[in-house]
């Protein structure tokens, strides 16, 4: 099992930086590709930022590209997301998760951290 914890969030103005940490315990995190969701008020759960499958490489959802930069650390356990230039619609708590998979691709075990709340105020 990977206990995941975030931090970071925060009220902030249009504008400003925040940076999210997720810490991860138990089973090596080295052993787990990463993402960030986030899920804003009477909507669903959506992915912010990840690394492709087997690739350091990161992808990014539209609405923040540019904006966001997610990276790791995995000798301290740490999963990052760098966040500038934030906007209103940014609001929402933000999810660190972490999963494996098999040679066929599929998800064969996955964990979610508690969530940190972002708001960005205008």
């Known amino acids: 099992q990977v206990q995941l914890v975030e931090s970071g969030g925060g009220v902030v103005q249009a504008g400003d930086s925040l940076r999210l940490s997720c810490a991860a315990s138990g089973r090596p995190f080295s052993n787990y590709n990463a993402a960030w969701y986030r899920q804003a008020p009477g909507k669903g759960r959506e992915f912010v930022a990840g690394?492709?499958?087997?690739?350091?490489?990161?992808n990014y959802a539209d609405s923040v590209s540019g904006r966001f930069t997610i990276s790791r650390d995995n000798a301290k356990n740490t999963l990052y997301l760098q966040m500038n230039s934030l906007k209103p619609e940014d609001t929402a708590i933000y999810y660190c998760?972490?999963?494996?998979?098999?040679?066929?691709?599929?998800?064969?075990?996955?964990?979610w951290g508690q969530g940190t709340q972002v708001t960005v105020s205008s």
């Open positions: 998760y972490a999963y494996s998979r098999n040679d066929m691709g599929r998800t064969i075990n996955d964990y």
């Open positions: 690394f492709n499958w087997g690739s350091s490489r990161p």
